[in-house]
């Protein structure tokens, strides 16, 4: 009959120790993790906020940075190592009963020492961003069951690929940014995520058509210019144009006077032809009418106006320039004009941003610069 071995008094002392010493290390570890709500002014550990926000998962592309100064982070450097959403509920659930995937999702981190953002994403950056996941993502519709909604509830929990260290500078901002691309549920209203809106930031100004274009051949429609977007410091507006002959390459000439320029008084009439020069043409952004002779609204034609407040009420002017041989002796047509007047630059009411592009996964503009803030919860280390 054999006896079973059992460990020496020593031996067993050592392995009391070093189950001990496992154990206190691994409470060391969870002691240290905790959590941070964002915007902290909210409270939103056991609330949701008052708004909502479709961008970026009801979108099928969608470029979108959230900004949060160090009051509404809590903290001015965090070590974050997995983020959280949640859906604005309960929605519920309608069409399409999921689940939806995405091609591909990228999210970044960092922080960065611009004080008020723009319309250009880059311009918001003062040092790159670190990336902590990037590849498909399958999520599940809104399930509508409670309020506050749980984080993280249909997949909207993500693991960093490694622990991101982040220190907010006086005056800066943490940046999270999400970068959605092929999303299988874009426009279906399950993914409508929790925030805040405020108030402030950019605020439209006026843009108006002066003058009169001319044709790229007898006969033909007249040129023309037209602006969409918001017309103010801190935001983007896209210039678009018709008739502008096809394929034809050209300029989008921009100006600071409609009176006077480097060749003289204005508007300049170019000799036998219907064709005027309006602006001073400064600056000229090479573009290219495409097949029907327009030129579409997009990154091309976006004019991204610094967030400066002083800029309220300065005018630029905007007008077409292509080449069309055989159109006159000048073979050039030009547009009419569009006269932007910039609105008003508002300090936020709270420290929150959020700049994006609904269609464009990879526009270096966005279309919208808002004064809102994601509800996003942080796991810290």
Do not use: K
Not at 24 to 50: F, M
Not at 86 to 108: E, H, S, W
Not at 348 to 362: L, Q, V
């Amino acid at each position: 009959m054999t006896r079973a071995l059992r460990p020496r008094p020593s031996v067993r002392l050592a392995m009391r120790l070093l189950t001990s010493l496992v154990f206190t290390v691994a409470c060391s570890a969870l002691a240290a993790q905790g959590y941070v709500y964002l915007p902290a002014s909210l409270n939103l550990q056991n609330q949701e906020a008052v708004d909502y926000v479709i961008r970026p998962f009801m979108q099928q592309d969608c470029r979108a940075q959230f900004l949060f100064d160090a009051l509404e982070v809590g903290a001015t450097t965090l070590t974050i190592d997995q983020l959280a959403l949640r859906y604005d509920g309960p929605i519920p659930r309608v069409g399409a009963p999921g689940p939806f995937t995405m091609q591909r999702l990228r999210i970044r981190v960092g922080a960065t020492d611009v004080a008020a953002p723009c319309a250009t994403f880059a311009d918001n950056l003062s040092q790159p961003l670190v990336t902590v996941f990037d590849g498909p993502f399958t999520y599940s519709p809104d399930p509508g069951s409670q309020v506050p909604h749980p984080w993280g509830v249909g997949g909207m929990d993500f693991a960093f690929t490694a622990p991101a260290t982040v220190t907010i500078q006086s005056g800066g901002h943490l940046v999270i940014e999400l970068i959605v691309e092929g999303n299988l549920g874009g426009g279906l209203a399950h993914t409508i995520l929790d925030a805040a809106r405020g108030i402030g930031g950019p605020v439209d100004g006026t843009a108006i058509t002066t003058g009169q274009g001319c044709a790229a051949a007898i006969g033909a429609p007249v040129a023309t210019i037209t602006s969409t977007g918001r017309h103010a410091p801190g935001a983007a507006h896209f210039v678009a144009g018709a008739n502008l002959g096809a394929n034809a390459p050209g300029f989008l000439l921009l100006g600071i006077s409609d009176q006077f320029g480097a060749i003289g008084a204005l508007p300049f009439g170019l000799p036998g032809t219907t064709c005027s020069l309006y602006n001073s043409a400064e600056f000229a952004l090479p573009v290219g009418a495409d097949s029907s002779g327009a030129v579409l609204a997009g990154p091309t034609t976006a004019i991204s106006v610094p967030a400066i407040p002083t800029l309220l009420g300065a005018m630029l002017f905007e007008q077409f320039v292509t080449i069309v041989p055989g159109a006159n002796p000048f073979d050039l047509v030009l547009s009419d004009q569009r006269a932007v007047t910039l609105g008003p630059w508002n300090a936020p009411s709270r420290g929150t941003w959020m700049i994006s592009h609904g269609t464009d996964a990879n526009s270096p503009v966005a279309d919208a610069v808002d004064v809102l803030g994601l509800a996003i919860r942080l796991r810290t280390l």
